[in-house]
Nanobody
């Protein structure tokens, strides 16, 4: 079992920036890839970004490449998602997640690749 707590969500205008944080505890996750998922109203949960155990490799959905940056500080057991140039279509609940089956991550990620996630934090981008 792992406990993941997201924070940093809020309301921003299109073109703005927001930084999400994820604090992890419980089951050790420092040796695993971690990532972010999101779910918009009426839509399925989708992959956003992932990062390898040491931050050496990162992976992004095409929709956020060049705008979002994932990072981690293992000494603090924390994962971040820096979001810039936000668009209304980025509006969703964002979830921190852990992939217990790999340390380096995967070339093609989907929501089913993650084994656990937190309660989520709401991000709303207005026009």
């Amino acid at each position: 079992q792992a406990q993941l707590v997201e924070s940093g969500g809020g309301l921003v205008q299109a073109g703005g920036s927001l930084r999400l944080s994820c604090a992890a505890s419980g089951r050790t996750v420092r040796s695993n890839a971690m990532g972010w998922l999101r779910q918009a109203p009426g839509k399925e949960r989708e992959f956003v970004a992932a990062i390898s155990w040491n931050g050496g490799s990162t992976y992004y959905a095409d929709s956020v490449k060049g705008r979002f940056t994932i990072s981690r500080v293992n000494a603090k057991n924390t994962v971040y998602l820096q979001m810039t140039s936000l668009k209304p279509e980025d509006t969703a609940v964002y979830y921190c997640a852990v992939d217990f089956d790999t340390a380096v991550g995967r070339r093609n990620y989907g929501p089913a690749d993650f084994d656990s996630w937190g309660q989520g934090t709401q991000v709303t981008v207005s026009s």
